[in-house]
């Protein structure tokens, strides 16, 4: 058991030291032992002695269930992992797809949809699909892009101009700082 344990902790008989600073499980100071007398100690308790500073003269253990210890800290990681995302991910970008024979009523509709996310502070993203030989009429994506930009001239701001990659005619509309009385 000559491996180190996440966090650079050595525990029970893979510390190197022969003796030790010993801390219990509720905090109070046991001295200076030897190495082998705190892990008999520790493991009479059914708990772990975990090396928790190794720089120190001599190196400070303490008793407790390291299993236990290392799943609060993973908990921690998790939290603060969410937190992170939560802040960074406040503005979304929504997608809004097309076809270039869209009718009216699903055009209208989907921009509804588009004042919605933006009126929440989302991004939109607006593409268009060109199927098979419909590539060779790209006036037609530029026509819908055009009718839904003019629609939400009031709620949006260009990010992204309109451009073709592959199949697909995408543009990026971002909400406007105004708000709204």
Known sequence: MEER???EYYINNSIKSDRVLVIDETGKQLGVLLTKDAVNQALERSLDLVEVSPAAEPPVCKIMDYGKHKYKLTMKERNAKKQSKVKASIQKT???????RTGENELDWKIKQAKKFLSKGNKVKITVLYRGREITHPELGMTILKTIKDALLDEALLEY????SGNILAMTLMPTTKKKK
Not at 94 to 100: D, G, L, V
Not at 161 to 164: D, S, V
């Open 161 to 164: 101009p309109p451009g073709l």
């Open 94 to 100: 929504k997608e809004i797809k097309f076809k270039t």
């Open 5 to 7: 344990i996440a966090k």
